[in-house]
């Protein structure tokens, strides 16, 4: 079946350091891949997508490429700042509906 | 601004009780979810419905029931709570895939249950 793993947490980092979260997925054909943020006392909310391999998603100054070859979709950060500490869920999508989530990575950024 | 509302934030229940969870959503969504968030295991789904009346078994649907009478509006029962359903509860919408939807999924802020 479909599934996605990701690095466990928590992920500590000081302010304006560089950030990877690593997610790799198993499914059949060509699922689309996301990376929703939760923050504090709050839903999740999606941060970025992509839909085809070699596509890279970005927003916010996060981004994560495709890579059908490794089947992964990691998510960077150049510099993180305090407001970044939130849990990110890595999830793949077969039919546009259904969503598989990975078990989440927790990132505490400290000023 | 568009939004998923649901009811409770908190709830505490004795075990045995039944019940409710209630999701509400604002954009004329076709898909709505429900969830439960536990640490180290992300989100598993319960239920989903692609329409009104319409209801179909997640990966975890025992112990559960949900009813959706009205587009906007989708409930998550729990007939005779347990110990073990104690977790957040998240409800989330999305368009269908004939709208042009790629898989984004609009969440509410969560229900956590406490079931002593």
């Known amino acids: 079946g479909n599934s996605v793993t990701q690095m466990e947490g928590p992920v500590t980092l000081s302010e304006e350091a560089f950030l990877t979260i690593n997610c790799t997925y198993t499914?059949?054909?060509?699922?689309?891949l996301f990376w929703y943020v939760q923050y504090p006392g709050e839903g999740l909310q999606l941060l970025l997508k992509a839909t085809k391999a070699d596509d890279k998603g970005s927003n916010k100054g996060f981004e994560a490429t495709y890579r059908k070859e490794t089947t992964s979709f990691h998510l960077e950060k150049g510099s993180v700042q305090v407001s970044d500490s939130a849990v990110y869920f890595c999830?793949?999508?077969?039919?546009?509906?259904?969503?598989?989530f990975g078990a989440g990575t927790i990132l505490r950024v400290k000023s | 601004d568009v939004k998923v509302t649901q009811s409770s934030r908190y709830l505490v229940k004795r075990t045995g009780e039944k019940v409710f969870l209630e999701c509400v959503q604002d954009m004329d969504h076709e898909n709505m979810f429900w969830y439960r968030q536990d640490p180290g295991l992300g989100l598993r789904l319960i239920y989903f419905?692609?329409?009104?009346?319409?209801?179909e078994k997640g990966d975890i649907p025992e112990g559960y029931s949900v009813s959706r009478e009205k587009k906007e509006r989708f409930s998550l029962i729990l007939e005779s709570a347990s110990t073990n359903q104690t977790s957040m509860y998240l409800c989330a919408s999305s368009s269908s895939l004939r709208s042009g939807n790629t898989g984004e999924l609009f969440f509410g802020e969560g229900s956590r249950l406490t079931v002593l």
């Open positions: 419905s692609y329409d009104v009346k319409m209801k």
């Open positions: 999830a793949l999508s077969k039919y546009g509906n259904k969503l598989v």
């Open positions: 499914a059949t054909g060509y699922p689309s």
